[in-house]
């Protein structure tokens, strides 16, 4: 029995031993991809006009990863006790707390060292390897506040930074907090909610306000063990004896209670701090590349749409032209590589011609049916017009109306073959000659669904007729 012990106990060490590595590795990824995507940005001064704010907020979140920072974010209404709360967990009054309608008038912060919180729990600071340095603690403004809206845009945009959030009521939850609770969820952070001011209630009020919230208001949001219940600014009362001797009660601060709470933040923190602080830049770093990608994608895509249209008039034109079949295929080819070579370019790609026809080749495979269809049509509609060609003289030039029809429908279905290819091709090299988390065939009939293939041919068809 004792042996079966010893051996669970050595298990358990070893999965901790092994989570701690993991935690550790992906810590340092995160690290080392934010500081790739800040090093390799490769945006003109025109291009970061408008995104001064998202770049900040990358090296933000490498400065907090390199100082190993934990972020702890408070929510909930006036008058719940949010700076009171966090007050009591840091054991100072460092957060403006009071009754008045809009104490806490905009973001509050201040890094809390953990070492405080070692000594008070009694922890070794180099066993939990996951363990952070420092806690950020944040207040932020009621969500009810006057200029609500605004203010929970703020308070959306602190959730997606930090990596835990504390939502703060102080009796059963009501319709506001709840919706509110329940948008907070969708950011994907962890979540405690603290029922805060139990004092004021008594025992068995407070048990059943507590039993309601837990198996009916917050079931589908929240665990119970997420839930907290604290008394963060407690008041005792004492009997006093007035200055006329008549008998009296004085209020004094009590001790605050919230070491259950104290325990769960260092428990999160011990566990998964660092998984969790990963895990939040790389999600901020997700969002934030995006945006990075359209900005750069939209700023270029001008000048990169009239590289693709010339080469989709330059293949028209020459598959138009041309009457010999093999010709047709092989220039349409050549003319498709040397628009993937001007577009890398365009956007600071090195290729070399295999690799722009081993692009091209990746991508006939992902599009199918459209290769394959205009190989076929190709083939068909050069065989009739080569044979039109050949009779032009002899009918006296009168072949050449349906030679000049069959060459339109032909260089029309070259032309969309190509720029489909070229807004392929712009989307790979914009997002850094990569197809991301898609695969080629993917994003390919993205695209596809997004082209109106329709307006593309009338108008190949109207400026090849105007060239012609």
Do not use: C
């Not at 209404?77 to 966090?86: C, F, T």
């Not at 930074?161 to 609770?181: H, K, R, S, Y």
Request: aromatic share 6%; no cysteine; glycine share 6%.
């Amino acid at each position: 029995m004792s042996q079966s012990l010893e051996d669970s106990e050595n298990l358990a060490n070893t999965i901790d031993s092994f989570n701690t590595i993991q935690s550790e590795r992906n810590y340092q990824l995160a690290q080392d991809t934010l500081r790739q995507i800040l090093v390799n940005l490769d945006l003109s001064q025109r291009e970061r006009f408008g995104l001064e704010a998202e770049i900040a907020e990358l090296s933000n979140m490498l400065i907090k990863l390199d100082r190993s920072v934990f972020q702890v974010a408070v929510f909930g209404m006036v008058g719940r006790g949010k700076s009171s709360l966090l007050n009591a967990l840091i054991g100072q009054e460092i957060f403006q707390a009071g009754a008045l309608h809009g104490v806490t008038q905009e973001r509050q912060q201040v890094v809390w060292e953990i070492d405080n919180w070692q000594d008070e729990f009694d922890l070794d600071k180099d066993t939990p390897a996951t363990l952070q340095e420092v806690i950020e603690f944040i207040d932020t403004p009621g969500i009810d506040e006057v200029d609500g809206t605004e203010r929970q845009l703020l308070a959306h945009e602190i959730a997606r930074q930090v990596d835990l959030i504390l939502f703060v009521i102080a009796g059963d939850i009501i319709e506001l907090e709840l919706q509110t609770l329940s948008q907070l969820r969708t950011v994907g952070k962890p979540i405690l909610l603290v029922f805060n001011k139990v004092d004021l209630y008594p025992e068995r009020d407070k048990l059943a306000i507590y039993a309601k919230i837990r198996d009916e208001r917050v079931k589908e949001i929240l665990s119970p063990n997420e839930i907290i219940l604290v008394s963060a600014a407690p008041v005792t009362m004492r009997a006093a004896k007035r200055d006329d001797g008549s008998m009296g009660i004085s209020y004094h601060p009590g001790v605050p209670q919230v070491a259950e709470l104290k325990w769960r933040i260092v428990e999160i923190l011990q566990h998964e701090g660092k998984s969790l602080a990963a895990l939040n830049a790389m999600l901020a770093a997700d969002r934030i590349q995006t945006q990075l990608i359209d900005r750069k994608m939209d700023s270029r895509a001008a000048a990169a749409n009239d590289i693709i249209w010339q080469s989709v008039m330059t293949k028209s034109i020459a598959i138009a032209l041309n009457p010999v079949t093999a010709a047709d295929i092989i220039a349409g080819a050549a003319i498709d590589i040397m628009m993937i070579l001007r577009l890398s370019k365009f956007y600071g790609i090195s290729m070399t011609r295999s690799g722009a026809t081993g692009l091209l080749q990746s991508m006939a495979m992902g599009m199918g049916g459209l290769t394959i269809s205009e190989l076929v049509t190709n083939l068909g509609l050069s065989g009739i017009k080569g044979l039109l060609a050949i009779f032009a003289p002899a009918t006296g030039g009168i072949s050449i109306a349906p030679y000049t029809a069959v060459a339109l429908t032909q260089a029309s279905i070259a032309g969309v073959s190509t720029y489909t290819i070229g807004q392929v091709t712009k989307t790979y090299l914009a997002n850094g000659a990569s197809w991301g988390d898609n695969s080629p065939r993917s994003v390919i009939t993205q695209i596809l669904d997004t082209i109106d293939k329709h307006s593309i041919v009338d108008r190949i068809k109207a400026e090849l007729g105007n060239k012609l």
